[in-house]
């Protein structure tokens, strides 16, 4: 079992930064597959990132390619996206989902462990 706390979203204008952070509990936490998901206003939630346990693979959904960033720290028990760039469709709710079975489930939006979201609101 896996709790997941979500923290870092706010305000931000376009063409800014934002990191935001998912601590989580348990003392498994290294053994889980970690990834983010977005979800605006009237539209399903979708993948953004995600990262192995170990944090030696990552992906990416190509919207987000080239300006945000997933990495994990096992003895924090934290996960981190790091969003540059930012522009207004990044605007939404984004959730950190946790699966020990693999990025493919957690990718799939299978994952079993999910936050309560942070808002992320970018401004143009």
């Known amino acids: 079992q896996v709790q997941l706390v979500e923290s870092g979203g706010g305000l931000v204008q376009a063409g800014g930064s934002l990191r935001l952070s998912c601590a989580a509990s348990g003392r498994t936490f290294s053994s889980y597959a970690l990834g983010w998901f977005r979800q605006a206003p009237g539209q399903e939630r979708e993948f953004v990132a995600a990262?192995?346990?170990?944090?030696?693979?990552?992906y990416y959904a190509d919207s987000v390619k080239g300006r945000f960033t997933i990495s994990r720290d096992n003895a924090k028990n934290t996960v981190y996206l790091q969003m540059n760039s930012l522009k207004p469709e990044d605007t939404a709710v984004y959730y950190c989902?946790?699966?020990?079975?693999?990025?493919?489930?957690?990718?799939?939006?299978?994952?079993?462990?999910w936050g309560q979201g942070t808002l992320v609101t970018v401004s143009s």
């Open positions: 989902a946790a699966d020990q079975t693999g990025t493919r489930t957690v990718v799939a939006g299978e994952a079993g462990f």
């Open positions: 990262v192995s346990w170990s944090g030696g693979n990552r």
